[in-house]
């Protein structure tokens, strides 16, 4: 070709192309040139202009390099012979409306989020999938590339495309379900007048009530689902006014030694001057700048501060004014008083932690970074440090460059497959280990430890396998594995902010959500087991193969898992079954008493914080309630600040939960997951909820029966 098109892009502004169409036929007629034209059958329309528009200038030039082929209606001929692409073109039209609605929440935000090397070969391997090898060797020539993406089942651009827009209905369905039921088009449950008069006998007088509810749930709904999307604003972080690193005064930082001076007398805080650091101290406190300075120091780091900042920084300060605040102190002034030789080695000394500390940010909390911050970064590193340390610099955007590909290859897993290839088409040479473990399943290094073979039933691939058939020990191992696979997952930013409980966070903690939604959920699938069981002798069977996986649990340090077992059988619809209990064997019912004050309230835990501590250095998964109910004390019973400054206390608190959790993070199981019997304990079923369970309870123990039937 001899000029090369500009690439397609979505429709966010739609009459850009019509203006575009409009000026190439008005140039026509100008320059007087009598380009012969095809005449161009109608396209079909998709109601409200497509995302992707051929334009006529493209047209011309290709219709006049081709003399004598006929190309005027090829949009059609291809739509008509590919329904699917046309469903896609069709489907394509609401999610440049999602894009517009998008822009008008993040003004002037980029929407990149894939380089265009990747976008090429997206684009080539679709081509190359669907034959379309004249229009593949065309773009190969125009891009000077190739093609690497070969063999696959699926196009992973249409993959790519139906995630976006599976995004896009989930806001429609959301938004059309509150507005029906605002109109009162749809009904709040989907039981019957009489069913939600026997449920709820008062029903007809909290109406009110429920329609504010159920409106709230949906509102709240929606809006969790925008705040996922980066639709919606973020709550605020207690962010101190911006100075830049270098022309702050001296002082704004407390360290314990000062407070300790202070209340001998000796000194009064805050006055240490600028670079001053007490030998084996902490800091207390100080202004976002100062705990910038002390995260960078000229002399000595202390890597506890730099692991404990990282982690915590989110309560104080938002990611991008951390990469701010690092390129300010990167860009050292030139100081008087001192010479030219100390300069150059105090502005090194600076340079070098700076780029540590980036390092580390990039490697333990990459989930920090969204896209524009990202190439923010990228640029800073390629454009700036580049130039004065090539060798630390290019190390960071090796990290950086696996960790985007590591990502990509979990966001192409979750729509259907992980392709190698293709996320090698990144740039990234090869993932490491803690790229692949952020994004990608556990994997540990267990050496020349064999893991035991599984212990699983002769009928293991009938159809008719049941959790009844499986060995306990075995059926422990299997929850463990599952159990760790989610909360091996657990990034230090959701365990900030309490995200787990507030609507326009929960989008950060999704794996600390889904280990409290299996909780959930294996606790009710317990109880329905259980209730299930019409005959006395059989529901009483259940409840010791239960005890006996519990036991098993216990000992594999499997607590989370352990606390769902114990809490239903304090549940008020299996506790009062006493006749079953009644049936239960001695060892069995003394088992299940020793479980029960392992996992007991009193004094805090006491019992399973003693017994958890003595888990150092071997597998366990601890209940996370636990830990999230001490985070939730941590952050509200620490003021955000100390004599009007970052009370970097409240960090560390933090810091101390959380790393512990880190550690437990750090040893897997050695265990071979068995996927027939994983099939049916991912997701258990059957569950009743509390009301039917506890309606259940009382049909199979009747209240005052001697003994049930």
Known sequence: MSSR????????????????????????????????????????STGGGSPIQKRDSFDDKAAALRRGIDRSDWITRALKNNPAVEDIRDRLTPLARAVSFAEMYNKGRGRATMPPKLVTQLVLQYLDREGLKSAQRSLEK????????????????????NMTLRDVDQLWDLTIHDKDFLLGKIPLTNLSADEEKEVNPDADNQGTEMNDASDTALTQALEE???????????????????????????????????????????????????????????????????????????SVDLNYVKCFLCTYHWFCKPETLLLKLIQRYNAPREEGITEAEYKRKVMSIQLRVINAIREWVTAFFEDLDDALLTNLKDFLTFSVSQDHPKPAKSVLQIIESRQAAKLAALVSAGGGVDAALVAATGAKDLDASAAAAFGKPSFDFGDEEAPRPNVPRNIFSPSLSWLDVDDEELARQLTLIEFDTFYRIQTSELLQQSWMKPKLKH?????????????NVSSWMGTVICMEDKIRNRARVMQKLIGVAEHLRKLNNFNTLMAFVAIFGNAAVHRLKHTKAELPPKSLETLDELTTLMSSDDGFRSYRETLERTIGVPAIPYLGIFLTDLTFAEDGNPDTHMGMIN?????????????????????????????????????????????????SGIIEPRGADRSQ
């Open 5 to 44: 098109p500009s690439p397609p892009t979505l429709a966010r502004r739609p009459s850009n192309a019509q203006q575009r169409t409009r000026t190439s036929s008005s140039a026509g007629g100008q320059d007087g040139r009598s380009t012969p034209r095809p005449t161009h059958s109608p396209r079909p």
């Open 648 to 696: 970097f206390r409240k960090s560390r608190s933090l810091y101390s939960i959380i790393s512990r959790i880190q550690q437990l993070q750090q040893k897997g199981y050695n265990w071979h997951p068995v996927h027939q019997i994983q099939s049916f304990l991912r997701d258990p079923m059957p569950r009743l909820n509390e009301k039917e369970m506890f309606k259940k």
């Open 508 to 520: 950060r903690a999704p794996n600390v959500l889904a280990m409290i939604a299996r909780f959930n």
């Open 225 to 299: 689902a925008l705040t996922s999307l980066r639709l919606l604003r973020q709550e605020e972080s207690n962010e101190q006014a911006d100075v830049n690193i270098w022309d702050e005064p001296a002082g704004n930082i407390i360290f314990e030694a000062d407070e300790k001076a202070a209340a001998a007398g000796t000194s009064s805080p805050p006055s240490s001057p600028r670079g001053y650091v007490p030998e084996g101290t902490a800091v207390v406190a100080g202004s976002l700048n100062r705990l910038i300075e002390h995260l960078c120091p000229s002399g």
């Open 142 to 161: 125009e891009c000077g590339a190739q093609l690497e993406v070969r063999d696959v089942e699926d196009p992973r651009l249409l993959t790519l495309l």
